[in-house]
């Protein structure tokens, strides 16, 4: 039997893991209420995650949103918070209505015995003292069992409890205490069984539409399972025991016996409960479970709390892991940008996805236990089959599996040798790592065949031919075969010499994914092209269990495309093509005051300062630059190093030789001190000549208060047609970040700026690319942004008017149309909280997210769910977006993001929100006098806003001691609003 009370209630007490995280949401609405009709009974077919709460510390509202995690919830209806009446906030109905029609998840089972009663329910004062009633439960001082053939304890269930239960608008019934029934026929009361099955067929009868799921009763079962939607077993794996207080392993032979008793029924829902703290034993109960075609609950003895940590492909409501481990072994690569580029495409992917990378090299030995905190996955990428301590690591990535992480194994496993000692791994340790994965190695796999016998047999090109396809290039492979029935094989090849011998080069495995090296990746010889094979986006969601998931994401802000400029200080004072004025005065004039743009300039010290190599008309030149209010100061160094690890300069200086303090800290503080106003600040380092800082040059920055960024050159364009050219948000060194620029700047597409010139002009392709790759495809490519919008670069374009038209050109078309224009120092900020931002699942369709910082933008691919306002908190609004939905966080510590399914065509109605904006929006508040409205930023701002009464006039008004009315606008047919606005606090209102 389950526990309904253990001991008094606490005072004080968190529900469980999750309860406590979604105080933030709102309850939802209560819907109108309407005329009841008779229910169909909801299957259980479909249940995959179900849990028990009959203990709660305090009363608990059943709709509340942790319980979205399960697809099946048992409570017990004496704990729940009727407060707004039945369990959906409606209107709680008397026996015998029946039941309101159900949410589609999760079912709601409310708990009830039929072996015992409980002396806190609201039929014990007039039963108390009863002759049926036998004997108290000595684990369980609050029960007491009965004698279940008396008709008096019939009409208390039949008439009373259970139309009580159902009619608070559960949905079903947990029959708990079928096993008293043979308990009672041992002492001799004859007929217990019978009138324990009469007891579930008259429940049967008189609620057709209420599902009944029994627990235990297998001494009843070959007439029980003709009543009942589904049998739970409880202890199948682990039982509580009492007397030591501690969970213990259930023998293998008492198990297999329950589970053959119900072999004969097998159409017949199975369910298990199973007790033990142990979150390994949990994970260990669980995954034996349902591969026994069992649906598990692994619960705290008591039940007084939710347990998430066993479901599979979740995670418990504590946080959602952002994390992946990458392991490469730094003895495969050379120092060559071009051999480490595929490791950072797949970062950059990750990325895109919403995921953090961490990095471990094994040439190092295993990783530490805390190098797997808050990571979700483990991603392997090895060029060969050797390793020092291969046989070590093939037990570290198997217990890793064994734990439910994830792993994602691309290339060679990298271990089939150990290097220490030149030995062969054990082939019996290789096989046991490939079959928990759920892959097989066959007989042959030793051997690889020749490439010229190998053929395509099966494939699924959407996965495995994405940049570019297979014909005429497989090669050899591993004869590796899908074992686990759940793995999606998608590229089987063969041999033309041996029909029958196959291997599954590409797999989709339960506990992540497998890509056989040359399946993964394409690099031409010698020259180093790159290009993706795997389409890595698909099968790092897949692997790493990602779908649905929100993503923070750092190039859209308010939904529009966040651009940037940032300005390299080299060639301030270079000469220009324009009568010989300098390169600064040209940029001042045609770009920085032409452009009311959000621009940030850098410069060098020692080419400005007058006691160094710089000259008065220098510093009067930087100092009319830094006087412009749309123009963020930043640092260039002092002396320009060009190799960071070489502490080699490109500007020579007299008298001075590399200093990374005087570079990073003592070349802002110059800037702060001589070019700025007083008050002035220098937040940002731009890094100079290859953008390889050092661990301790970026450490200065960060404890000097400086962001940072550069290097990275992204591309996507004919030249370079693949996703491996884009860069990953940030280069860790050490502990240390380097955030990478958007974009390459003109030395890039001039080659060193000496031709062509008007190079600069093609960056509009890469622009154009990482929003829609058509480079990659004819016809209508898949919308996906992959970066912001980054004008980089330096002052000497002004050096050759070819160079000039073409920035201006860029500038010209990269700024029109629905961008949302930032500071470099806004973007480095979004990137910093997207490293820190923390998701929490609530439920299913709720999240927190948390520490977030300006990255104020969480992504969702599936295009299938919007927000609903009435349980989210935080959110100024929304849009969707050929498929994505982009949802615009608040400022401030948190967010609730609750959703709902999007309606096909309909717009969308609810509150005012914000739709998009080309500036930034602090505050949109509904409030009695309007809605409040505060933006921010360079310029006149672009705003939509939707969710206003179509057709309605709505008054602007500017905010404070003196309101004005600025202008009126009437909302769209679909409810939307554009307004253009200066920054400023504003009303709206709808006009009388």
């Not at 993964?520 to 890595?536: G, H, K, N």
């Not at 690319?769 to 992959?786: H, K, M, Q």
């Not at 602090?922 to 309007?930: M, T």
């Amino acid at each position: 039997m389950l526990p309904t009370r253990d001991k008094p209630r606490p005072t004080r007490a968190i529900l469980g893991l999750c309860l406590a995280l979604a105080a933030g949401c709102k309850a939802p609405a209560a819907p109108a209420a309407a005329a009841p009709t008779p229910a169909v009974r909801p299957s259980l077919d479909a249940v995959r995650d179900w849990a028990i709460l009959l203990n709660p510390p305090r009363t608990v509202r059943a709709d509340h949103p942790a319980f979205q995690a399960f697809d099946l919830v048992v409570l017990d209806p004496d704990s729940i918070d009727r407060s707004g009446g039945g369990l959906d906030g409606g209107p709680r109905m008397s026996p015998p209505t029946p039941a309101a029609p159900p949410a589609a998840r999760p079912l709601r089972v409310g708990y009830l015995s039929l072996g015992e009663a409980e002396s806190y329910r609201p039929y014990w004062a007039a039963q108390a003292g009863a002759s049926w009633i036998l004997e108290d439960n000595p684990d369980w001082p609050d029960n007491h069992r009965v004698d279940v053939r008396a008709a008096a304890w019939a009409r208390v269930l039949l008439a009373d409890e259970a139309p009580r239960v159902l009619g608070l608008g559960f949905q079903g019934l947990f029959l708990d205490t079928l096993d008293v029934a043979e308990g009672l026929e041992s002492r001799g009361l004859a007929g217990s069984r019978a009138a324990m099955l009469d007891l579930v067929r008259s429940l049967r009868e008189r609620h057709p539409e209420a599902v009944l799921l029994a627990n235990g009763g297998l001494a009843l079962l070959p007439e029980l399972a003709s009543l009942v939607d589904g049998v739970v077993l409880e202890d199948l794996y682990h039982a509580w025991d009492f007397e030591r207080g501690r969970s213990v392993k259930v023998a293998a032979e008492a198990r297999w016996e329950r589970l053959q008793a119900l072999a004969a029924h097998p159409g017949l829902p199975l369910f298990s409960v199973d007790y033990t703290e142990d979150p390994a034993e949990s994970r260990e109960a669980a995954r034996e479970a349902r591969r026994a075609g069992v649906r598990p609950y692994v619960a705290p003895v008591a039940l007084d709390r939710l347990r998430t940590d066993a479901l599979p492909g979740r995670r418990p409501p504590g946080g959602e892991p952002r994390g992946v481990l990458v392991l490469y072994d730094s003895t495969e690569l050379g120092e060559e940008e071009e051999v480490r580029r595929p490791l950072r495409a797949a970062e950059m992917a990750l990325n895109h996805l919403g995921c953090t990378v961490r990095w471990h090299d094994v040439a190092g030995g295993l990783p530490p236990d805390e190098a797997l905190a808050g990571v979700r996955g483990v991603l392997t990428w090895f060029f060969d089959d050797r390793m020092g301590g291969a046989e070590a690591y093939c037990r570290w990535l198997r217990a890793r599996l064994r734990e439910d992480l994830r792993v994602l194994v691309l290339g060679e496993l990298g271990a089939f040798r150990d290097t220490e000692g030149d030995r062969e791994t054990p082939p019996e340790l290789l096989e046991s790592l490939y079959r928990e994965m759920g892959l097989e190695l066959g007989p042959d796999w030793p051997s690889r065949p020749p490439s010229r016998r190998v053929v395509v047999e099966h494939k699924e090109p959407e996965w495995v031919e994405f940049e570019r396809d297979l014909e005429g290039e497989v090669g050899s492979y591993l004869e590796v075969h899908a074992a686990d029935p759940r793995c999606r094989t998608l590229l089987t090849l063969g041999r033309t010499d041996r029909p029958g011998a196959r291997a599954d080069a590409v797999v989709l495995t339960p506990t992540g994914g497998y890509a056989q090296d040359g399946y993964v990746f394409y690099r031409a010889p010698e020259v180093y092209t790159c290009q993706w094979r795997i389409d890595p986006f698909r099968l790092f969601e897949a692997a790493f269990g990602l779908a649905g998931l929100p993503r923070p994401d750092v190039t859209t802000q308010n939904g529009r495309r966040v651009w940037f400029s940032h300005v390299d200080g080299d060639g301030l004072m270079n000469l220009s093509f324009d009568g010989g004025r300098y390169c600064g005065d040209v940029i001042l004039e045609r770009v920085l005051r032409a452009y009311p743009l959000p621009f940030t300039v850098s410069v060098i010290t020692s080419t400005v300062d007058p006691a160094s190599l710089g000259s008065p008309q220098a510093l009067a030149l930087a100092r009319s630059i830094f006087a412009l209010p749309h123009v963020e100061p930043a640092s260039h160094g002092h002396a320009h190093p060009q190799d960071w690890e070489r502490h080699e300069l490109t500007t020579p200086v007299p008298g001075y030789s590399y200093d990374e303090h005087t570079e990073v800290v003592a070349s802002s503080n110059y800037i702060r001190e001589s070019l700025l106003a007083p008050g002035g600040r220098v937040g940002l380092f731009l890094w100079t000549g290859n953008c390889n800082p050092t661990e301790s040059a970026l450490r200065l920055a960060r404890e000097a208060g400086l962001l940072n960024m550069n290097g990275g050159d992204s591309r996507l364009d004919e030249a370079l047609p693949s996703y491996a050219y884009v860069a990953p948000l940030t280069r860790r060194v050490g502990s240390e970040v380097q955030v990478h620029a958007g974009a390459p700047n003109e030395n890039v597409y001039t080659h060193g700026f000496t031709e062509p010139l008007f190079g600069f002009r093609n960056v509009l392709a890469t622009f154009r690319n990482t929003e829609r790759a058509s480079v990659l495809w004819s016809g209508l490519a898949p919308a996906r942004r992959v970066t912001p919008l980054d004008v980089y670069f330096h002052f000497y374009s002004a050096a050759e008017r070819a160079a000039l038209e073409a920035l201006l050109h860029v500038l010209e078309e990269s700024s029109r149309g629905e961008v949302a224009p930032v500071h470099a120092g806004e973007y480095v900020l979004k990137v910093e909280g997207f490293l820190g931002a923390r998701l929490e699942r609530l439920s299913d369709e709720v999240w927190r997210v948390s520490d977030y910082g300006e990255c104020r933008t969480l992504r969702l691919d599936d295009g299938l769910r919007v927000p609903d306002p009435a349980r989210s908190a935080g959110l100024l609004g929304w849009r969707r977006e050929e498929g994505r939905l982009y949802v615009h966080l608040a400022g401030g510590d948190e967010a609730v993001l609750a959703l709902a399914p999007a309606a096909a065509d309909a717009p969308e109605g609810g509150p005012p929100r914000l739709e998009q904006a080309a500036c930034r929006v602090d505050r949109l508040e509904a409030g009695p006098s309007g809605l409040s409205l505060r933006t921010s930023g360079v310029g006149a701002g672009e705003l939509v806003l939707a969710g206003l009464e179509p057709g309605r006039d709505y008054g602007l008004w500017l905010a404070g001691a003196a309101q004005a009315r600025l202008h009126v606008e009437r909302a769209s047919g679909e409810g939307r609003l554009a307004l253009r606005v200066p920054a400023g606090e504003y009303l709206l209102r709808a006009e009388e």
